[in-house]
């Protein structure tokens, strides 16, 4: 997997539609607080993995953990969720 750049909402629904698997990378505050995604209408259920923890501390299992959820490698895309795009970046450039 690389980072293959920045995509709109319309194109990253776009992508689920067509069978991608969204990661949102958020801490577990934000999808408590703010709310989780609604891919109800996709084929994928989302996979919740946070990038960092409260306090920006690094989850040093993160690659771990995507590789235990994500399909092995058969060219299922993945999309990055975060809330301002910096931690998303990141996830999917270490991926």
């Known amino acids: 997997m690389s980072y293959a750049g920045d995509l709109t909402p319309q194109e990253a629904w776009a992508k689920l539609e067509q069978g991608a698997i969204l990661v949102d990378v958020r801490t577990e505050g934000e999808w ?9 209408a996709t084929e994928n259920d989302p996979l919740f993995i946070p990038w960092t923890f409260p306090g920006g501390i690094p989850n040093p299992d993160f690659i771990t953990d995507l590789t235990q959820q994500a399909p092995e490698d058969d060219g299922t895309e993945l999309v990055f969720l975060c809330r301002s795009g910096q931690r998303s970046i990141a996830a999917a450039i270490a991926a």
Do not use: E, K, N, Q
């Open 32 to 40: 408590a607080h703010i709310g989780i995604p609604d891919t109800r």
